[in-house]
């Protein structure tokens, strides 16, 4: 019954408001008109926005649930109900958008705090807040990553925290996309199309994870969008959304994508402090371990090691999951033709000293992001590093 739909809502914390024009698509603000208008007790105008939001969204399962709690509230039904699963899901999927536009919608000028540096060769940035089942889309501005949109999304049916094939959950971790398939060339339950990423990754194969075709993909014919927890791990979009998204990353390629089990936004100008902090705590660590009586005086390259005038990091996040741990990525040039590139995975146990788990060698950028990388790296890094 709506008195039921209507205690979720207001148990997450939520007030009424007609605020709603940020939202990041024409349904799901009309969606969230209409459960405002129900909480408001203008039974009148909800009716109304929820027979509009039918007839144009006739898929929209949530909006005929709607319809059908209010036309049983003014029958005068009784409140009891035995709610099945599929209702349940969808009164989740309502609570999560409402909670979102309501009560934790993040400032537009504060930024994800894992993203500490993020290369400025790459345009676009998407950050998975999974708790939440939502997709933020950054774009580079000015040497900063600036929001510019952001979805509802459905993830793995178990959850978070991939392990192994099969297990039904979405990973943790830093990602990229690597390709764009059209739906055409489908499975018609991948709706609109997928990008393709490239789970598992240098730490999930050390890990040995297992597992393959974790997609940000549309959604089957029949509905709008999934249940918050439905999919076999990819990430889901509606088709429209799905659709939209695309066409803001446009042809770019190896856009990254950070799945967070456990966000935490900061205002933008704290990451630059927040970065510098790390670097000084890792540069600390190794020479500690440098300095140690039972050190490997071995010459692996590491940020400790090699970092000096003619280095450059390029990308610094602190990486998702249980563990404390951080990935790194800098270029350095070796000589006046050589260059080498790196990437880096650190953790640091029971947070005492960094260690690092592994390293490997890493294509270099094409000429054009090279150069960005190059030219765009923030001086506060390269200051630290020299003092």
Not at 40 to 56: E, H, P
Not at 174 to 192: E, N, W
Not at 318 to 343: C, D, K, M, S
């Amino acid at each position: 019954m709506i008195y039921r739909l209507l205690a979720v809502l207001l148990l997450a914390g939520s007030q009424a408001t007609a605020a709603l024009a940020d939202s990041p698509s024409n349904y799901e603000t009309r969606l969230l008109a209409t459960a405002d208008a129900v909480i408001s007790g203008n039974w009148a105008r909800a009716l109304n926005t929820v027979d509009k939001l039918n007839a144009d969204f006739p898929l929209s399962r949530i909006a005929h649930l709607l319809r059908a709690d209010m036309l049983s509230a003014l029958a005068g039904n009784p409140s009891a109900e035995k709610v099945n699963p599929a209702i349940a899901d969808l009164r989740e999927q309502l609570r999560l958008r409402w909670r979102h536009t309501n009560v934790i919608t993040p400032e537009w000028r504060s930024v994800p705090a894992k993203l500490l540096q993020v290369s400025g060769a790459v345009p676009f940035v998407l950050y998975a807040d999974l708790p939440s089942s939502r997709l933020y889309v950054f774009a580079q501005q000015n040497g900063q990553l600036v929001r510019i949109s952001d979805y509802y999304i459905t993830i793995g049916e178990a959850g978070f925290g991939k392990e192994r094939e099969g297990d039904l959950k979405t990973p943790l971790g830093v990602y990229q996309i690597d390709s764009y398939i059209p739906g055409g060339q489908l499975h018609s339950r991948y709706g609109a199309g997928a990008l393709t990423t490239d789970y598992p990754n240098t730490l999930d194969r050390f890990l040995r994870r297992t597992g393959y075709g974790i997609w940000l993909h549309g959604t089957e014919p029949g509905w709008i969008n999934r249940a918050p927890r439905a999919s076999e791990g990819c990430i889901t979009l509606s088709n429209m959304d799905f659709e939209q998204l695309v066409t803001q990353l446009g042809s770019h390629r190896d856009i990254p994508i950070v799945i967070d089990d456990d966000p935490n936004w900061i205002p933008a100008q704290q990451v630059e402090q927040k970065r510098n902090d790390v670097i000084r705590s890792i540069i600390a660590s190794t020479d500690r371990a440098t300095k140690s009586p039972a050190a490997e005086h071995h010459k692996a390259s590491t940020i400790g090691h090699a970092v000096s005038g003619n280095t450059v990091i390029t990308d610094l996040v602190l990486y998702p999951g249980r563990q404390e741990r951080l990935l790194a990525r800098w270029i350095t040039l070796e000589n006046e033709t050589g260059v080498a590139a790196f990437e880096q995975y650190w953790h640091r146990p029971d947070g005492g000293e960094w260690q690092m788990t592994l390293q490997t060698p890493v294509p270099v950028r094409s000429p054009e992001r090279f150069t960005a990388d190059v030219v765009v790296p923030t001086d506060s890094t390269l200051n630290l590093i020299g003092n």
